[in-house]
């Protein structure tokens, strides 16, 4: 079965951005909320949960399951895009306008998401 061609371009993203994770752990770790304890684990299990729910996205077995799981990805993520606009420092000198927009593009990803799920 051949995939669609936005179906490797979602899962490219993913894995591209997952490995970003491990490549500059330090600039996703300024964006986690200091309410949450141990940012570097989450760095890393939020980097490699990219990954793998990437690479499943291109296994037509498996992947209706990689698209709810990067949408609960992208819900748990959610408050460090929040913190980014928020926060000055975590928003890397982005002008608010874009840290803004960013929150409800959540959502265009989680449907994009949401299209796979099926």
Same mark, same amino acid.
């Not at 899962?11 to 570097?40: E, Q, W």
């Not at 949408?71 to 982005?94: R, T």
């Not at 002008?95 to 994009?112: A, G, H, K």
């Given at each position: 079965?051949?995939?669609?061609?936005?179906?490797?371009?979602?899962?490219?993203?993913?894995?591209?951005?997952?490995?970003?994770?491990?490549?500059?752990?330090?600039?996703?770790?300024?964006?986690?909320?200091?309410?949450?304890?141990?940012?570097?684990?989450?760095?890393?299990?939020? @980097?490699?949960?990219?990954? +793998? /729910?990437?690479?499943? =996205?291109? &296994?037509?077995?498996?992947?209706?399951?990689? $698209?709810?799981?990067?949408?609960?990805?992208?819900?748990?993520?959610?408050?460090?895009?929040?913190?980014?606009?928020?926060?000055?420092?975590?928003?890397? @000198?982005?002008?608010?306008? +874009? /840290?803004?927009?960013? =929150?409800? &593009?959540?959502?265009?990803?989680?449907?994009? $998401?949401?299209?796979?799920?099926?």
């Amino acid at each position: 079965m051949i995939l669609p061609w936005h179906l490797y371009l979602m899962a490219s993203l993913y894995i591209l951005a997952g490995l970003n994770h491990f490549r500059k752990p330090g600039m996703y770790i300024k964006i986690i909320p200091p309410v949450f304890k141990d940012p570097k684990l989450i760095n890393i299990l939020s @980097g490699a949960a990219e990954i +793998i /729910l990437g690479i499943f =996205l291109l &296994l037509p077995f498996l992947s209706h399951f990689a $698209a709810w799981g990067i949408i609960m990805l992208l819900i748990a993520v959610f408050p460090a895009n929040l913190y980014m606009f928020q926060n000055k420092k975590a928003g890397f @000198g982005l002008p608010r306008w +874009i /840290l803004f927009v960013r =929150l409800p &593009l959540q959502i265009v990803l989680i449907y994009w $998401a949401y299209q796979y799920t099926f």
